[in-house]
DNA sequence: GAGCGTAACCTA
DNA sequence: AGGTTACGCTCA
């Protein structure tokens, strides 16, 4: 019976984002499932192309001709059912490409490798020197030198390796003709396995030297050598070996090829190393945190449990709770993940899981090394790793039992991708948790607005914690009027009152964190006779000024360029750095406290890799007095002898153009309050700002989530943000802004033609196209449409967006012509 | 987007 | 004829 598999072709274009069908030839059909990686003929070349399985047939639906799969490409199916449904929910869900999903959970270091060869003809295979020569004497010098090249590759070579000589294709092509050569494609299907050869005599010491006498086999003295080593040591590594005898492989074979002694591949695993260490702390767990634990630990194996969400302060040891319902899963036998917004920030938290669980925890970022990703990967589907903390790509671990996931700081934006696929890791964690009964856990001090809206709604457990963990108060905070500082004379960075009680927390032998959410020195630099403003070359963006190298330096492209004194458009030498940057801050620290050690933690100073663990051990060790940082410092960082806080500018981030930079604030502002007096000592926060009255900033200052939510949702309600409504974001891009204006424009023409053909005529819900906040990045245009569901379905508003972004692409857009869709995005800049 | 075939244009 | 390049059409 004929068979047909359908499936997913690795090529890296829209144009081929869907299913193809190929017949399964008879050899292959017993062993052949859905999910196998398998091996197809692509294209007119009939490339070896990787192929994922998705459906297995028993007829043709329509009439195609097909070709047949070649191989499958590992003994067991790399993806089960259950990940091909979530590769097309996301799909679906976020409009990108099968392959954009695939990519999330395919076994990390394969590869499949595929290249042209050139080689000799059959005939010419067995050939003798005489007729070689014969060749040789018939043929130009040009096709002379391919045969020679292929002559001295032991009779193949990768037509990669021949393009240095000059037009290539054409001798080849000729050669082809004469029929000399073949040219075919190879493929390599890698593993990135590193594994370790172990060697070990193939019998008991003591049989050894009879067996070589009675078999009569000759040994060198290296040979000798190694035999006795190995008589008394069980099982060497063979590059220690090796090198401990100074012996040499061709020994080893010798000795193999003599069945004297057996060689063994183990796997090897990559441990990424921690050099951040935190001794364990006993804690006793309030009524509130035991609650928690025991509500989610007595539903696991319910179905039809909805997700849960802990609202809780501060330092209310969340961690706690996670680590008491991992240990209870473990004991069940199930398996756990923890996300993290960024996991380079938090080797605080790791080293706590470590400490309490051991060896069975695994650490999953995007700055880990591709092999120690995949060392990763195996040891967890061995088993060998039961827990893993993550950034969001953990989420697609390959678990075999996985019963509870964990989402920390669940408000952080770093769980919303920002290339393809634009997933959002909450949504996908909730897909999976369906699926596969899950118990999902999302906590946080300062719940994003979306999600406490839907908590309100149902559809979450909602638990708060609202004591902290050693009953200690939240930091009072206290609001300094930076205008009035201002009437009273004092033009620094630094109100009197901060001042005041930097000293005090220096005096006490405390520690200080100062929060300000901008790197660099200055923001902008300008010149302030005729308002001249550096801007980044390749985007439209002010520079931000760094002192040390007299830089003005784009923070979205790197761009960088020395500043001169002189103004270049009208000559004066009034150029100056305007605003307030963390450089800024450490040098005016350092003006007014002459003594004082200041550690700056910025992505500045923390771009190397290691480089954050070693401030944050720094300022643990009270190597500073102050520790100086951007947003990177609100997370989850935990300093027993930090008593004040410092927020320099809170209504920085109020200005921002978007429709979050209220919940943005308010969410910096207690988390950032929440390093402080997180021990015995008492802590204290001051909060300076232009700006006493936002909402945000009052709700904030009295630890007020609830009055924040009845405030912010309102708004939200009033103009149809989120959660109310959907967003869509389509970004038209490119290097030539007249063609991406066009293109932009075409896009709204074709989307609105579509929507009265279905009755639509009132098109308020779209905005746009304009061109974007940063209209330019990277000498790229950008122009953008927002869509709103607000009265539309969804579906209906993304099908057509698909239909005209993606299935009509070629006929309403230009080639040259980027297209970003984004569903809820973060920001709209 | 890659790979392939083909048309068109240049060179001696 | 030999060499080079630009373009358009698939992809099961």
Not at 274 to 293: C, F, G, H, P, R
Not at 438 to 453: C, D, K, Q, R
Not at 482 to 491: A, D, S, T
Not at 708 to 729: L, V
């Amino acid at each position: 019976m004929e068979k047909y598999v359908k499936v997913v072709v690795r090529s890296n274009t829209i144009y081929t984002d869907n299913l193809f069908t190929y017949q399964i030839p008879a050899l292959l059909i017993d062993n052949l499932e859905i999910g196998h990686r398998v091996l197809v003929p692509f294209g007119r070349g009939n490339k070896p192309t990787e192929a994922f399985v998705f459906e297995i047939s028993d007829k043709l639906e329509e009439k195609i001709k097909t070709k047949e799969v070649v191989d499958i490409l590992d003994e067991n199916p790399i993806f089960k059912i259950e990940d091909l449904e979530l590769v097309s929910w996301m799909k679906n869900r976020y409009l990108c490409t099968y392959i954009d999903c695939i990519n999330l959970i395919y076994p990390k270091g394969y590869k499949l490798n595929n290249y042209k060869v050139v080689s000799f003809n059959d005939d010419y295979e067995n050939l003798n020197q005489f007729q070689l020569q014969l060749i040789l004497s018939n043929i130009s010098n040009e096709e002379k030198k391919i045969i020679d090249e292929i002559i001295n590759n032991k009779g193949k070579i990768k037509v990669e390796k021949l393009k240095n000589i000059s037009n290539v294709n054409n001798i080849l092509e000729r050669l082809k003709r004469k029929e000399i050569i073949k040219i075919s494609w190879e493929y390599k299907n890698h593993k990135n396995e590193k594994k370790i050869c172990y060697i070990s005599l193939s019998m008991d010491g003591e049989d050894v030297d009879d067996y070589i006498l009675n078999h009569k086999i000759k040994t060198g003295s290296k040979q000798k050598e190694i035999i006795n080593f190995l008589k008394y040591n069980d099982e060497v590594e063979i590059n220690d070996l090796l090198e401990l005898l100074n012996a040499s492989r061709q020994s080893i074979t010798s000795l193999h090829e003599k069945k004297l002694i057996n060689l063994e591949l183990k796997d090897y695993y990559r441990k990424p190393e921690s050099i951040y260490t935190s001794v364990s702390k006993k804690i006793e767990l309030n009524s509130e945190q035991k609650n928690a634990i025991d509500k989610i630990k007595s539903q696991m194996f319910d179905e039809d449990k909805k997700p849960y969400m802990i609202h809780g302060v501060t330092g209310s040891g969340k961690t706690e709770v996670y680590m008491e319902i991992i240990d209870s899963a473990l004991n069940q036998g199930l398996d756990s993940i923890v996300l993290v917004p960024e996991i380079s920030l938090t080797p605080q938290s790791i080293s706590r899981f470590k400490n309490k669980f051991g060896e069975i925890v695994g650490v999953f970022h995007s700055q880990l090394s591709e092999g120690q990703k995949h060392d990763v990967y195996k040891a967890i589907k061995s088993g060998k790793i039961r827990i893993l903390i993550g950034a969001r790509s953990a989420l697609f671990a390959p678990f075999n039992s996985l019963g509870v996931i964990i989402i920390d700081e669940f408000h952080e934006s770093a769980y919303k991708s920002e290339k393809n696929p634009k997933f959002n890791a909450i949504e996908v964690a909730k897909f999976l948790s369906v699926k596969k009964n899950i118990s999902l856990i999302l906590g946080s001090a300062t719940p994003s607005i979306e999600e406490y809206y839907k908590a309100k709604q149902g559809e979450y457990n909602l638990i708060k914690i609202q004591q902290r963990a050693n009953n200690k108060p939240l930091p009072k905070i206290n609001v300094v009027d930076m205008k009035e500082e201002l009437n009273k004379g004092n033009k620094s960075i630094f109100s009197m009152k901060l001042q005041l009680e930097i000293q005090e927390a220096i005096k006490n032998d405390s520690q200080i964190i100062l929060f300000l959410n901008r790197r660099g020195y200055a923001n902008f630099i300008s010149c302030r006779k005729c308002g001249y403003v550096f801007q980044c070359e390749n985007c439209d963006i002010s520079l931000t000024y760094h002192k040390g190298d007299n830089i003005g330096r784009c923070h979205y492209c790197g761009y960088e360029k020395e500043i001169p004194i002189e103004c270049p458009e009208c000559k004066s030498k009034y150029v100056k750095p305007f605003g307030v940057g963390t450089q800024r801050i450490e040098e005016e620290l350092k003006t007014i406290f002459k003594d004082i050690k200041i550690l700056r933690m910025d992505k500045d100073t923390t771009s190397k890799k290691g480089s954050l663990e070693e401030i944050l051990n720094k300022f643990k060790n009270k190597e500073a007095d102050v520790l100086i940082g951007t947003q990177m410092i609100s997370k989850g960082l935990d300093f027993d002898n930090v008593t004040l806080v410092g927020i320099l500018s809170a209504d920085m981030i109020l200005k921002f153009p978007d429709f979050k930079s209220s919940e943005t604030t308010f969410q910096l502002i207690t988390q950032v309050s929440g390093r402080a007096g997180r021990s015995d000592k008492e802590g204290s926060v001051i909060l300076q700002t232009y700006d006493t009255d936002h909402y945000a900033i009052r709700r904030a200052i009295n630890y007020d989530y609830e009055g924040f939510y009845n405030d912010e949702i309102k708004i939200r309600n009033a103009f149809g943000y989120a959660p109310f409504n959907n967003m869509i974001s389509v970004v038209v891009s490119g290097n030539n802004e007249h063609l991406v204006k066009q293109n932009a424009k075409n896009m709204y023409d074709s989307i609105v033609y579509l929507l009265k053909s279905r009755g639509i005529d009132n098109f308020e819900f779209i905005l746009g196209p304009n061109p974007c906040t940063i209209a330019k990045i990277n000498q790229n245009y950008r122009w953008q449409i927002l869509f709103k569901d607000d009265n539309i379905e969804i579906n209906l508003l993304k099908g057509i967006i698909k239909y005209i972004c993606i299935t009509k692409r070629d006929v309403v857009f230009n080639k040259d012509i980027n297209i970003s869709i984004d569903i809820n995005p973060n920001s709209v800049l």
